[in-house]
C-alpha cells in the first residue's frame, strides 16, 4: 500500500487541536485530499492512497491479510451534548470477509465522557446501491449526543476478523440541530394513575457553558381546582430532572404535563410534554404500580424463552415438562399459531421488530419506507389484537438510538389500535437505554457473561446481571417495569468467536443469573434462547441443555404465589457480593430473598427499613435464599 506523505500523526494532532479550540465539528466533506489531516491513522493496515477514490480521487484504505490484526482510523471532533448529525461516506468493498463469509464495512461515530471512559456509537446504514464504480454511500442521523459526552469520533473501520481491502471516501459531518430537553416520562403505565404518587422525569442537555444555578426549570401540570402549577424539580442534574406529585392533586381526566427548561430571568430554551390521565382504563394486560405485569385482572409474572417459530413440532419440544406460562418468539406467529399457544396454557409476545422502518433486519419496503412500516405494523395489531394468547408486542431487538423516533412513533400507533397489550424492548447497552424513553411500556437487559472471558473480560463476571439491572433502572429514571433476559446458550454458537471460556451456563450459573436478576427487580424472566438450543447440538445434548434452563425455571415457577406478592420492606444493606429483596406474603410474614451474584462464598447482615432485628446470611458461591421473616 502507498501511503501520501502528507498524512502525519503532527497534522492529525494539530487539527484535533483546532476542532476543540474552534468549538466545531470536522470539515463539511472529509475527501483526502489534503492527506487526511484531521484524521488519526494507524501506521499500518490503514492509508490515505492518492487515485483510489471516488473518480480517482485519494481515499482512505484498508488492507489487512491476517484476521487475527485489527486497527481502525478515527477523526476526533468537537461534540455538544444533545446535538443531532448527520454523517456518512462513500464505501467500495474490493473484498472483505470473515471465515470465508461478507464483511460488511462500518461507518459510525462514538462518543466518550470527560475522563475518556466509552459511551456508546452509532452506525451509519447503506442507503444506496452500487454505483457503476462499485461505490456505496453509507448515511445516519444520530440521535441527541449523551449527556455526559465530552469528546467524540467519526469513524471507518472493518470488523475485527476480517480480510481484504475497502476503501473509505468522501465523509461528511454535519450537526443538524440541538435539544436541551428530549423526553419526558412517567413512571404510571401509560401514564394514568388515580392515586398514589406519580413521577415525571425529563432528559436534559444544558449548556456547559451555563451554570445550573443560573436555570430555573418548571414542570407544568394542571390541578384539581382546574388552574396551573409551575413546580421546580425535586432533582436536577446535567442529564435529567423530576418531580413527584400526588396524583389526587392533579385534575381528573387527561390534561397536559409539560417540562420546561428555563433560564432564571424567564427565558424559554426549550420543552417537552405528555397527556397524562388522572384515572384509570380497564385493559387486558397493564402493570400496577410496581410494576407487576396484570393479566386479566390478576398479577402475571412472565416466564419463557424466546423461540424462533411457533410451529405444532416446536411447541411439542417447548412445553415436554416445562414449567412456562409464556413464549416469545421472533417471527410474528399466525393465528393459528395463536390458538396452539393458548391450548398449551401460553401467552404469546408478537414480535414486529423486523418490520419497523430501517431496522437491522428489515427487508424492502420496511427498509426504506416508514410508511409501508407502519402501515404493516398497523395491519398485523389489527389482526391479533382480540387473542387472547397476546401477551405484549416486540418492537426492539438492541436497536441503534437513530431508531429512537420511529420507535416512538410504533408505540404511539400500538397504544392508539391496541388499548390492551404493552410494548416490550430489549437492551445490550446502557447507552442505548434513556435515548429511546418513550419508545417502550417494558424493558429488559440481555447481559450473557458466560464464556467472555478472552473476548470481553470487563463483561464477564457473573454479576454482570445484577449491574445491568441497575443500569436499566437507573437510566430508564424508574419509570419501566423489567423483564430481563437471561443466558441460555454457548457464545460459539454464534460463529464469529472461538475461544476455550465458550460454553453452556451450567445449571448452577443459570441460577444464579435468574435470581440475581429477581432480586434486582426483574418481574419477569425470558430465557435466550430455546431456538439456539435444538439448531446448535445434537438431541441429547438439547435435552441436557433444556433440563438445566427448566429445572431453573421449575422453582421460579414454584416460588410464583411469593413473587407476585407486593412489596416488602426496602433492603437498607446487604453483604458486598448479595443482592437482596422481599416481599410481604398473604400470612403477612416477610419474604426475603438473598442472590451471590459472585463466584465465590457471601456471608453477612441483611438490615431493612423495618423495626427489625439484622438477619445474617450465608451463600455458597452462584447461590441463593428464601428466608421467612416474621414481623
Not at 231 to 260: E, I, Q
Request: charged fraction near 25%; charge should be negative.
Amino acid at each position: 500500500m502507498t501511503t501520501s506523505p502528507k498524512h502525519a500523526a503532527c497534522n492529525a494532532l494539530a487539527a484535533m487541536a483546532a476542532f476543540a479550540a474552534a468549538g466545531a465539528v470536522a470539515p463539511a466533506n472529509l475527501d483526502f485530499e489534503d492527506g487526511g489531516t484531521g484524521w488519526v491513522v494507524p501506521q499500518r493496515l490503514w492509508g490515505v492512497v492518492d487515485g483510489a477514490g471516488r473518480g480517482g480521487s485519494a481515499a482512505l484504505v484498508w488492507e489487512n491479510g491476517d484476521p487475527s490484526d485489527y486497527l481502525f482510523p478515527r477523526c476526533p471532533f468537537a461534540v455538544e451534548p444533545g446535538a443531532t448529525y448527520r454523517y456518512g461516506a462513500w464505501v467500495k468493498v474490493d473484498s472483505a470477509t470473515a471465515r470465508g463469509k461478507p464483511m460488511i464495512p462500518k461507518v459510525s461515530i462514538d462518543y466518550a465522557d470527560a475522563d475518556g471512559e466509552w459511551i456508546g456509537a452509532e452506525y451509519a446504514r447503506a442507503v444506496s446501491a452500487p454505483d457503476a464504480d462499485g461505490w456505496v454511500l453509507f448515511e445516519g442521523e444520530t440521535a441527541p449526543a449523551p449527556a455526559e459526552c465530552a469528546s467524540a469520533n467519526l469513524f471507518g473501520f472493518v470488523p475485527k476478523g476480517a480480510i481484504g481491502k475497502v476503501r473509505f471516501d468522501d465523509f461528511h459531518l454535519a450537526k443538524t440541530g440541538r435539544r436541551l430537553v428530549d423526553a419526558l416520562v412517567s413512571d404510571a403505565y401509560r401514564d394514568e394513575a388515580d392515586a398514589g404518587s406519580v413521577t415525571f422525569s425529563a432528559t436534559v442537555f444544558p449548556d456547559r457553558g451555563t451554570p445550573r444555578d443560573s436555570l430555573a426549570p418548571v414542570f407544568v401540570l394542571t390541578m384539581a381546582d382546574g388552574g396551573t402549577a409551575e413546580l421546580a424539580p425535586d432533582a436536577f442534574d446535567d442529564a435529567h430532572a423530576s418531580v413527584t406529585v400526588d396524583a389526587a392533586r392533579l385534575a381528573p381526566g387527561t390534561h397536559p404535563v409539560a417540562f420546561v427548561l428555563r433560564t432564571r430571568d424567564g427565558r424559554e430554551l426549550d420543552r417537552v410534554s405528555l397527556a397524562f390521565t388522572r384515572g384509570t382504563t380497564a385493559r387486558r394486560v397493564s402493570f400496577d404500580r410496581v410494576g407487576r405485569a396484570i393479566v386479566d385482572g390478576r398479577p402475571f409474572f412472565p416466564l419463557g424463552m424466546y423461540a424462533r417459530d411457533i410451529t405444532p413440532e416446536t411447541l411439542a419440544i417447548y412445553t415436554n415438562g416445562a414449567p412456562w406460562n409464556c413464549v416469545m418468539p421472533y417471527h410474528a406467529p399466525a393465528r393459528d399459531m395463536l390458538d396452539l399457544c393458548l391450548d398449551a396454557g401460553l401467552m404469546a409476545v408478537y414480535c414486529v421488530k423486523d418490520f419497523v422502518f430501517g431496522a437491522q433486519f428489515a427487508k424492502p419496503p420496511y427498509d426504506t419506507s416508514r410508511e409501508a412500516s407502519l402501515g404493516e405494523i398497523a395491519r398485523r395489531a389489527l389482526d391479533v389484537r382480540d387473542h387472547p394468547a397476546i401477551l405484549a408486542y416486540y418492537t426492539n431487538d438492541e436497536a441503534p438510538t437513530r431508531q429512537a423516533g420511529i420507535l416512538r412513533d410504533v408505540r404511539s400507533l400500538l397504544h392508539e389500535l391496541d388499548p390492551d397489550h404493552p410494548v416490550w424492548h430489549v437492551m445490550d447497552k446502557k447507552y442505548k437505554i434513556r435515548p429511546l424513553l418513550g419508545s417502550y411500556d417494558v424493558i429488559g437487559m440481555d447481559p450473557y457473561p458466560v464464556g467472555l472471558e478472552e473476548r470481553l473480560p470487563k463483561q464477564s463476571a457473573i454479576g454482570e446481571v445484577t449491574r445491568s439491572m441497575r443500569v436499566c433502572q437507573a437510566e430508564t429514571l424508574g419509570a419501566a417495569p423489567i423483564w430481563q433476559v437471561v443466558q441460555a446458550f454457548d457464545w460459539s454458537w454464534d460463529g464469529r468467536w472461538k475461544y476455550p471460556s465458550q460454553r453452556f451456563p451450567t445449571q448452577e450459573e443459570i441460577s444464579s443469573m435468574t435470581w440475581q436478576a429477581i432480586a434486582a427487580g426483574a418481574n419477569g424472566i425470558v430465557y435466550y434462547a430455546f431456538h439456539r438450543i435444538c439448531k446448535g447440538v445434537a438431541p441429547d445434548v438439547r435435552d441436557e441443555y433444556l433440563r438445566r434452563v427448566v429445572a431453573v425455571a421449575a422453582e421460579v415457577r414454584d416460588r410464583m404465589p411469593i413473587l407476585l406478592s407486593d412489596p416488602g420492606p426496602a433492603v437498607v444493606s446487604a453483604p458486598e457480593g448479595a443482592v437482596c429483596r422481599t416481599w410481604r406474603t398473604a400470612s403477612g410474614d416477610i419474604a426475603l430473598l438473598a442472590a451471590n451474584a459472585t463466584r465465590e462464598p457471601v456471608a453477612g447482615e441483611v438490615s431493612l427499613a423495618a423495626d427489625m432485628p439484622p438477619r445474617r446470611i450465608a451463600l455458597p458461591p452462584l447461590g441463593h435464599v428464601f428466608l421467612t421473616l416474621h414481623p
